[in-house]
């Protein structure tokens, strides 16, 4: 299944999450990502979402585009992310921050490492943190990436693949 297969399975009520598909996916070369990035970005954000039919379009996508350990990274992140953005927005939203002041104590050195490039990891984790809404999470991707070079175009087409994926997975389950 690729993204255009993905598309006709939406209702009518997805006419322009289709459109805004074919114009994230029919336009990566002026993304102001490498495709690395994007189909990294994109490939973390549906394992995020756990959703196998929107899982397999995307990896149909990126199939032969990048190589497998982008692959793995994007599941890195979106696992990592899956931990970090519930602790870190529960430290953001707490009112009481003797919990800020305490040792997080979790496992996270796959970010140390995580098999590709920081930039690329960073953007990765970035969506995954705007879908999974951890403000303190963007705001320190943002950081690193901006310290990194990555463009704001960039930065931009991370999260409206997180805002167009998600209305992806929203407009199938009401089809």
């Known amino acids: 299944m690729t993204i255009a297969d993905y598309k006709q399975l939406l209702g009518d ?3 322009d999450t289709k459109l805004n598909l074919s114009n994230l996916f029919g336009n990566v070369d002026s993304s102001g990502l490498t495709a690395d990035q994007f189909y990294g970005t994109a490939l973390s954000l549906v394992y995020a979402m756990n959703d196998s039919e929107l899982t397999a379009a995307v990896e149909a996508e990126a199939q032969g585009k990048v190589e497998s350990n982008v ?6 992140a979106a696992t990592l992310m899956a931990m970090n953005n519930i602790y870190y927005r529960f430290l953001h939203l707490s009112s009481d921050k003797q919990f800020a002041k305490m040792p997080a104590g979790l496992r996270m050195n796959g970010m140390a490492n995580p098999g590709v490039d920081k930039a690329d990891f ?13 403000g ?5 991707h943002v950081n690193v990436l901006v310290k990194h070079g990555v463009s704001a ?12 994926l998600n209305a992806a997975k929203t407009a199938r389950a009401l089809s």
Do not use: P, R, W
């Open 71 to 76: 692959f793995s990274a994007a599941k890195l």
């Open 153 to 164: 175009q960039g930065i931009q087409t991370s999260i409206k693949l997180a805002a167009v």
């Open 13 to 15: 009520h997805g006419k």
């Open 136 to 140: 303190m999470c963007i705001d320190s």
């Open 122 to 134: 960073e953007l990765y984790s970035l969506a995954v943190s705007a879908l999974n809404g951890c």
